[in-house]
């Protein structure tokens, strides 16, 4: 079973609809002892970055998504939830946020339209498990003002252009991130969700 | 690189999808699930929903149809249509919308916008104007579903609205709906230099040239239409084909 973290943000019903969809069963949580016992967790997210921050804190969900991470359990963020596995995010200030993955989190480039709202496409950069049956270059939908700014380069296994290289999808063991939303893009969203339901146990 | 999005736009009343005034003798258009769905295989990029019931009894069915489409369709939606306060928003969200169109409600309290995307993040809040010309390069605000003008420039209400948080602007041409002689290209393109947020162009989509010319001359990032779509004169496919032979970037396919 997946748990799917509820901390009050965004649409987590599409997510649990295509979760469904795919036969792969989920839960909508804030208790650590099913997050403990599920098979994998999904982080969703939208909005800003320290009310999310904040709001795990309340929840006391900050240890327990750190020491799930680092046992290995499949933990897949969405969106700002991505944003939230890094270590620092700039959004209207300086915050920490859950430091899996090295790097910070910054707002796109004023040059282009913010927020990025649409389909673009993930450039694929290497070959990964997560990216099975999904063509180069297929669209997904964006909807985000912050993006992942530095990275560690082993991580990263899809980007978008959108004012400059946009991180879509990085890896690095058992956590994965996707700054889209593959709940609402499509067939290949859907491919992707199912791609990480067969990396569970 | 993205994409330009043509999208579908659908009026629900009582759980059922309506025909404009002007159309009287369409019967076969009316479960929004099933439309929904059927426009998603087409190659729709996202879908919009307005809610044109009254009653607080309708509302819920209405609810009940946002879900219904919600655990159908995996592309956005947004749904319009009397959203008033936070616990709208809120009800909207949580039934399995990705976005709420507001329209009078942020004319009548500017503040509303900015709480609701301090709430919900400006991704999900998008200021819907509904604008007519007064004078040459003029256009001015009318709320009340067109009936009521308010006096305020559109232009100036966009930018507004883009400080206030709102994360896209539809753009509603009433001088041009419905009569499919194609956008106002002029005031589409006057909203999208003013401001730095995404712009829907509404109102006025016959022929596929028309989204040709609004989303290039007017510099539109997606072209909203009802009618064309609704009656099958439009096909989103070769809609898509179409301005895909005419440069515009398109996502094609699923």
Redesign the interface.
């Known amino acids: 079973m997946i748990t799917i973290i509820d901390y009050g943000?965004?649409?987590i019903?599409?997510l649990q609809?295509?979760l469904?969809?795919l036969n792969l069963e989920s839960c909508v949580t804030t208790d650590k002892a099913t997050i403990k016992s599920s098979n994998a967790i999904i982080l969703p997210g939208?909005?800003?970055f320290k009310d999310a921050m904040d709001a795990l804190e309340q929840l006391e969900l900050t240890e327990t998504l750190k020491n799930q991470a680092n046992s290995g359990k499949p933990i897949l963020g969405i969106c700002l939830g991505m944003q939230l596995f890094y270590e620092t995010s700039f959004e209207d200030g300086e915050w920490n946020g859950l430091g899996l993955l090295k790097g910070n989190v910054k707002r796109i480039s004023?040059k282009v339209?913010?927020?990025?709202?649409?389909?673009?496409?993930v450039k694929l950069h290497k070959v990964n498990p997560i990216t099975d049956h999904v063509n180069n270059h297929s669209?997904v939908?964006f909807?985000?003002?912050y993006a992942i700014d530095t990275y560690q380069d082993d991580t990263l296994i899809g980007s978008t252009?959108?004012g400059g290289k946009v991180p879509a999808i990085v890896q690095k063991d058992n956590v994965i991130g996707m700054q889209f939303?593959p709940?609402?893009?499509?067939?290949?969203?859907?491919q992707l969700l199912r791609n990480f339901g067969e990396m569970i146990s | 690189m993205l994409a330009k999005r043509i999208i579908p736009c659908l009026d629900v009343d009582k759980g059922r999808v309506v025909k404009g005034k002007k159309f009287q003798n369409i019967r076969d258009v009316a479960d929004p699930v099933e439309l929904a769905q059927r426009y998603n295989q087409a190659g729709a990029d996202e879908l919009v929903f307005y809610d044109i019931t009254a009653s607080n009894e309708d509302r819920n069915i209405f609810l009940d149809v946002v879900e219904k489409v919600a655990a159908e369709i995996a592309i956005p939606f947004t749904v319009g249509g009397g959203i008033r306060t936070i616990v709208d928003v809120h009800s909207v969200l949580r039934s399995g919308a990705d976005k709420v169109s507001i329209n009078s409600a942020a004319v009548t309290n500017p503040d509303f916008i900015q709480e609701a995307a301090w709430k919900f993040g400006s991704q999900c809040i998008v200021l819907s104007i509904d604008a007519k010309k007064t004078a040459p390069e003029q256009w001015q605000v009318y709320i009340n579903g067109g009936r009521k003008n308010t006096g305020i420039d559109a232009i100036e209400w966009a930018k507004q609205g883009e400080k206030l948080g709102a994360g896209e602007i539809v753009i509603n041409a009433i001088d041009v709906d419905g009569e499919k002689n194609g956008y106002n290209i002029e005031l589409t393109k006057a909203i999208a230099q003013s401001v730095n947020i995404p712009i829907v162009a509404s109102g006025g989509a016959g022929i596929n040239d028309h989204f040709v010319s609004v989303l290039q001359e007017g510099n539109a990032d997606a072209a909203l239409a009802a009618s064309v779509f609704h009656y099958g004169e439009i096909q989103i496919s070769e809609l898509k084909n179409h301005l895909y032979g005419n440069g515009i970037t398109v996502r094609r396919g699923n």
């Open positions: 943000a965004g649409n019903k599409s609809f295509a469904t969809k939208v909005g800003a004023s339209k913010v927020p990025h709202i649409g389909w673009n496409t669209y939908y909807v985000h003002s252009e959108y939303h709940e609402k893009s499509g067939e290949t969203g859907l």
